[in-house]
């Protein structure tokens, strides 16, 4: 018997919602932003409700069992010993990213990543004034299908300005887990070409296939030479115990010197974390790992749900690879001939996120968001089909 409720539709409309608030006033299932359509673990809501009772909201600081919370996770789930000192306490990670890219590259210089990617992996250079590189990556065919790295792509991207590559691990929107041997290469080949490698971890408490487990880019990449003063890890409870509201991630930074680089540029720039955000950062990492076994197990349906769905009723969309974790499924709709697929779901009360602002061609991809109430999927899936029977033409 589920301990935890996933399948309540809690009311998101009207509320400061991002995802609900893009279709206010219209009939439209928001299936786009990474965020759960899910009250967050009791233990993290009772921690909040206690801190909230507390009644003051000074400056904060982490106090020692929010550093214990995070270091137990990373060694349990992980074996991944991380020292207190390598942290840094970050509002976001997308922050994070632009830190990094601040810190460690010059105007002009390039910032590498391997497309489809999250957005703000191509977006965040180019804001900073630098230029991003797209190396597509590869669909491998096979019973499955497997995404690779083109490596033979990567070495030609890289030029003497390249100076940071963006990893996501895992992979969003793919939903692949990297192997610890391309993980290792992948660190080898940026250790020897001088890139400094930003491994974007916070969907890694997420892995749905339990053939594949998350080994963070610190350990695989342990044996290679010099991995520590080309590495900055990111991480975040807030994909995994639906808190992206509060602000709350942080990096991990071995290296005294890259960290100290790391600091220098937030400061006075980047906000500090909120007393609600580190108590809500303890009861997630310490106190809620049933409530995201439940989790995990929850969306594995969901996730078989919608593979089922598409394989029966919309042949034209197929997902090329297996949904190896997250709760975000690639969509291949190049099959539907579309000019907009968004838009037209759109029209027809589905909101999908448009693969082209992941760097896929234009018209060949969408990106469903399953962490939601299964009625909600369904409701979304059974939109769809209808969307197809209204197709143009
Ligand atoms: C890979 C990845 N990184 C970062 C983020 C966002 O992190 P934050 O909200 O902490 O900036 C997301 C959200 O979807 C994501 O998928």
């Given at each position: 018997?589920?301990?935890f409720d996933?399948?309540t ?5 009207g509320?400061d919602s991002?995802?609900w608030?893009k ?11 990474a ?11 009772e921690?909040l ?14 106090v ?11 060694e ?23 830190v ?14 391997l ?20 190396v ?5 065919p ?8 083109d ?6 991207a ?9 990893l ?16 290792a ?6 250790c020897?070409?001088g ?6 971890e916070?969907?890694c ?12 880019t ?14 900055a ?11 992206p509201?509060l602000g ?8 005294p ?14 906000a ?19 409530w ?7 969306l ?14 919309l ?7 297996p949904?190896?974790a ?24 589905v ?21 939601c109430p ?19 033409g």
């Amino acid at each position: 018997m589920p301990t935890f409720d996933f399948d309540t539709v809690p009311e998101r409309r009207g509320t400061d919602s991002q995802k609900w608030q893009k279709y206010a006033g219209r009939d439209v299932l928001p299936m786009w932003v990474a965020d759960m359509d899910f009250r967050s673990p009791p233990a993290v809501v009772e921690a909040l409700q206690r801190r909230v009772a507390h009644g003051i909201f000074g400056y904060a600081r982490p106090v020692k069992s929010t550093v214990d919370a995070v270091v137990g996770a990373m060694e349990a789930r992980y074996g991944w010993k991380v020292d207190p000192a390598w942290l840094v306490w970050l509002p976001g990670l997308v922050c994070g990213l632009n830190v990094a890219i601040e810190a460690f590259t010059d105007p002009e210089d390039e910032v590498l990543s391997l497309t489809p990617v999250y957005p703000p992996f191509i977006s965040s250079p180019r804001q900073r004034g630098r230029a991003a590189r797209s190396v597509p990556l590869a669909l491998r065919p096979g019973q499955p299908a497997s995404w690779s790295i083109d490596w033979d792509l990567l070495k030609q991207a890289v030029t003497p300005r390249s100076k940071v590559l963006l990893l996501c691990q895992p992979h969003n929107p793919i939903a692949r887990v990297w192997g610890p041997d391309e993980i290792a290469q992948l660190a080898d080949f940026c250790c020897r070409r001088g890139l400094l490698l930003c491994s974007d971890e916070i969907h890694c408490d997420l892995i749905l296939d339990p053939a594949r487990r998350h080994i963070p880019t610190a350990v695989a990449a342990a044996g290679v030479e010099g991995i520590g003063g080309h590495l900055a890890t990111f991480m975040a409870p807030s994909k995994t115990y639906n808190l992206p509201g509060l602000g709350t991630s942080f990096a991990i930074i071995s290296d005294p010197e890259l960290r100290s680089r790391f600091t220098r540029a937030c400061a006075g720039i980047v906000a500090e974390v909120t007393n609600l955000g580190y108590a809500a950062c303890e009861a997630a990492y310490r106190d809620s790992e049933p409530w995201r076994l439940e989790l995990l197990a929850y969306l594995r349906g969901n996730r078989d749900l919608l593979l089922d769905f598409l394989a029966r009723e919309l042949p034209g969309i197929r997902v090329d690879a297996p949904i190896e974790a997250t709760y975000l499924a690639w969509l291949n709709v190049e099959a539907l001939g579309l000019s907009s697929p968004a838009a037209h779901f759109e029209e027809h009360g589905v909101g999908l996120s448009d693969g082209a602002m992941f760097g896929a061609p234009a018209g060949k991809n969408l990106r469903l968001n399953f962490g939601c109430p299964r009625r909600t999927l369904a409701e979304a899936l059974r939109r769809m089909k209808h969307a197809l029977e209204k197709r143009p033409g």
